[in-house]
């Protein structure tokens, strides 16, 4: 019986000192994460910036080429309704 209560003993006190390296990684990741969330807003306003130009691109071709574009989207428009009916 004194085995298995060292044992239980043993268990908790490793579940302690894990809990403890926990806290302790989780305090890191606290004091890193301003850095990182500056970081990746950074990246998400240049994926902006570049989605911006890129649709500015595409509106600047449908008004030099009406017909053409709109036609386009007749077409796809089309085969999308086809595929989606099957």
């Given at each position: 019986?004194?085995?298995?209560k060292?044992?239980?003993g ?9 809990i403890?390296?926990?806290q302790?990684a ?8 301003p ?5 990746i ?21 449908i008004d030099a ?6 036609l ?15």
């Amino acid at each position: 019986m004194t085995e298995k209560k060292s044992a239980e003993g043993a268990t908790v006190e490793e579940l302690q000192a894990q809990i403890e390296a926990l806290q302790k990684a989780l305090e890191e990741a606290r004091a890193a994460a301003p850095e990182e969330a500056e970081s990746i807003l950074a990246d998400a306003e240049a994926v902006r910036e570049r989605v911006q130009e890129g649709l500015q691109d595409i509106q600047g071709q449908i008004d030099a080429h009406p017909v053409p574009s709109a036609l386009l989207a007749f077409g796809l428009g089309f085969l999308i309704g086809r595929l989606l009916t099957r």
